[in-house]
């Protein structure tokens, strides 16, 4: 399998964002089966999916695999679907916030992930870590960058699988005073999201 896997630089005043711990943990554990590229992407509507789809040209992967923060969350939860939708609560990290856009114009409302969800997720939970799907991505950078690379698989008739996977926060961005939010430590989730790539490398379709 020529895996691509992504993670987002922190973004909303966190100094952290696990998905990039997670795309730099992963980097330093190869796997057997597995060519792996990581990129980590600016929290950018303006570059972040230009710079993903420029990485899977030049490495040919057949599977992309993005990973995203999600505060609220209590599991690991690969989403199910990207809307064509762009509405922020924040501004991105260069400052630009854009209200009820479409990601592509004209565009299909939707695209659903072509990850095998429920193997994920089962496996996952086989290795002792919370995994749920999610049915909703967002309506920010993660949603947008899952919306835009499936668009690209579908108008050039590519067979590769993609989709995108939120984690929650790490439990070093909530130790703050007020309300506790919900965190997984980054080793577990490193646990559940190698056990999602195996489940990917163990699917794949042979060669030719
Ligand atoms: N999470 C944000 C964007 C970057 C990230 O890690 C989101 O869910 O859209």
Same mark, same amino acid.
């Given at each position: 399998m020529r895996l691509l896997l992504s993670g987002f630089e922190p973004f909303g @005043?966190?100094?952290?964002n696990p998905s990039r711990d997670l795309v730099e943990t992963l980097l330093g554990e190869p796997m057997p089966g597995v060519d792996l590229q990581t990129i980590v992407l600016p929290v950018e509507t303006e570059t972040a999916p230009a710079r993903l789809l420029d990485a899977w040209r030049s490495h040919g992967s057949d599977t992309i695999v993005m990973l995203g923060e999600a505060a609220g969350r209590t599991a690991i939860t690969p989403e199910v679907v990207a809307i064509n939708l762009r509405d922020f609560e924040i501004p991105d990290n260069a400052g630009r916030t854009i209200a009820?856009?479409? /990601? /592509?114009?004209? @565009?299909?409302?939707a695209h659903f992930s072509t990850l095998p969800i429920a193997s994920i997720t089962d496996a996952i939970r086989s290795r002792g870590v919370p995994s749920v799907r999610s049915l909703t991505a967002g309506t920010y950078l993660c949603n947008e960058l899952m919306y835009r690379v499936l668009h690209e698989i579908a108008i050039t008739g590519r067979r590769t699988r993609a989709g995108f996977i939120h984690v929650p926060r790490l439990p070093e961005q909530c130790t703050g005073s007020g309300h506790p939010a919900p965190s997984m430590s980054l080793a577990s989730m490193a646990v559940g999201i190698r056990a999602a790539i195996e489940t990917l490398r163990d699917t794949a379709r042979e060669p030719g």
């Open positions: @005043g966190s100094d952290r009820h856009r479409p /990601v /592509v114009e004209d @565009g299909p409302a």
